[in-house]
């Protein structure tokens, strides 16, 4: 990930307000973050049609204001609506998770994905799923408690005197292949019934999300969001390197490791919710980065384009196989992996791998 500004970016603007506060403002990524929001209503609306019970977009805007039918309100807002909140908080979780672990290893390929906190997550929701038996409140605690130990484990492996991009990935490699092999050990020791269950959660789908799903990854949104971007331009100056932030003042580690638990925090909530989503993390952020064409870590439009991604493979999912659905976790497989090669060629073209 270069630290220079990429080229044609449009000059960012300060916005000066009271008792000395400012706002800096970049024109392109202000208006891709807007661009971004708008297909996300769109993207929305469209879903919440979309169904054995086919609505027109003006009828689900209709009900969503409280104007509906009482059939057409139970559809959207008890059957729709939990669906597609999850897809948006998940998305942007992951979106921006990913944004903070490529930022903060300075490498586009430093994602949950590829550094097995996803993999942490699904191995403690296979040990409760395989040797507990344990309901879905219990795998999704199961699925927090996993990231999180796989994330203190890599952050531990990988520190020598600090944090190293390529260290972290490398390890985080590690990581994933032998916890691949404790998910195939688990699904292969347990019984037909647990392991059925088991590859199910490991697909990541949003068939059959309701409330229940909705209001804890809400509450971890608004608690983790604000934290992360209030740390985005310590993050910023990190990414010039560690000696440049301790220069200027900025405490590396400290901030680092704050960071670093909270898109743990969201990876493992969007798992738990979900399941685990491949590729969302590993995509959003670049793509934000090349929409915006603006240095930095992309934080807030990272978030913006991992929803955008996880609603768009939601409704192509539904409409794209005819009758036959395929779990969203499948699609972002099917896109993620074309979007890896892709980026792996370019980075090898440009000299960084």
Not at 14 to 31: F, I, K, M
Not at 47 to 60: H, K, N, Q, R, Y
Request: net charge positive; glycine share 12%.
């Amino acid at each position: 990930m270069t630290d220079l500004r990429i080229r044609g970016a449009a000059r960012p603007r300060t916005l000066r307000g009271p008792v000395g506060t400012s706002l800096r403002v970049e024109p392109r990524a202000l208006v891709t973050g807007l661009l971004l929001t708008a297909a996300t209503v769109v993207l929305a609306v469209v879903l919440i049609g979309t169904g054995d019970f086919e609505m027109a977009p003006g009828d689900v805007v209709r009900t969503l204001l409280g104007n509906g039918t009482p059939a057409d309100d139970f559809i959207v807002n008890d059957l729709r609506l939990p669906r597609v909140l999850v897809a948006i908080l998940v998305g942007a979780a992951l979106g921006m998770s990913g944004a903070v672990f490529q930022s903060v290893s300075r490498n586009p390929l430093g994602s949950p994905d590829m550094l097995g906190f996803g993999y942490g997550s699904a191995v403690g929701a296979l040990v409760v799923i395989t040797m507990f038996k344990g309901g879905a409140t219990e795998v999704a605690l199961g699925a927090v408690v996993g990231g999180v130990l796989a994330g203190a484990a890599v952050y531990l492996l990988a520190y020598r005197k600090g944090i190293h991009g390529y260290r972290l990935v490398l390890v985080g490699i590690g990581a994933s292949a032998v916890l691949v092999a404790v998910i195939q050990y688990l699904i292969a020791k347990a019984q037909l019934v647990e392991a059925t269950r088991a590859m199910v959660w490991l697909t990541g789908s949003l068939a059959g999300r309701d409330w229940e799903q909705v209001w804890p990854l809400l509450i971890t949104c608004a608690v983790l969001f604000p934290l992360v971007l209030g740390q985005s331009r310590a993050l910023r100056v990190i990414e010039m390197g560690d000696d440049a932030a301790y220069a200027l003042g900025v405490p590396v580690e400290r901030t680092r490791m704050l960071l670093m638990l909270a898109a743990v925090l969201l990876t493992t909530a969007a798992a738990a919710a979900a399941g685990p989503i491949s590729f969302v993390a590993l995509a959003a952020p670049q793509l934000a980065r090349r929409l915006t064409r603006s240095p930095g870590s992309n934080l807030l439009t990272g978030a913006l384009m991992g929803t955008v991604l996880l609603l768009a493979s939601d409704l192509a999912s539904q409409r794209a196989f005819g009758a036959d659905q395929l779990p969203v976790g499948v699609v972002t497989g099917l896109v993620g992996g074309v979007y890896l090669l892709w980026l792996l060629v370019t980075e090898r073209r440009a000299g960084r791998i």
